[in-house]
Nanobody
Framework: QVQVEESGGGLVQAGGSLRLSCAASRRRTFMPNDMGWFRQAPGKEREFVGAISWDLPNTYYADSVKGRFTISRDNAKNTVYLQMKSLKAEDTAVYYC???????????????WGQGTQVTVSS
């Protein structure tokens, strides 16, 4: 059983910052996987936000967040982070962390999901 758990969501004013965390494990053992972040706003489909590879690591971002969001990982803490800056009202969504795979083109394919954490940006 793979467990994926996000934390760090909340309410923030437009222009502010927030950092989400994600821990993924199987039987309390860290899994060396490519990790991704997605979000889903009310009435919209879930969309890709960004991903980070396990090895180098390389990062990939959706155009809508490029330059404002940064994904990093701390393998010693078994945690992946999504640092969000210059937040906009349109960033309001439930943010999901995923365990999956990156292919050579940078396309991320999720295999396991967390339950999500709400981010609300007030304008």
């Amino acid at each position: 059983q793979v467990q994926v758990e996000e934390s760090g969501g909340g309410l923030v004013q437009a222009g502010g910052s927030l950092r989400l965390s994600c821990a993924a494990s199987r039987r309390r053992t860290f899994m060396p996987n490519d990790m991704g972040w997605f979000r889903q706003a009310p009435g919209k489909e879930r969309e890709f936000v960004g991903a980070i590879s396990w090895d180098l690591p390389n990062t990939y971002y959706a155009d809508s967040v490029k330059g404002r969001f940064t994904i990093s990982r701390d393998n010693a803490k078994n945690t992946v982070y999504l640092q969000m800056k210059s937040l906009k009202a349109e960033d309001t969504a439930v943010y999901y962390c995923a365990v999956g795979r990156l292919d050579s083109s940078g396309t991320y394919r999720p295999d396991y999901w967390g339950q999500g954490t709400q981010v609300t940006v007030s304008s």
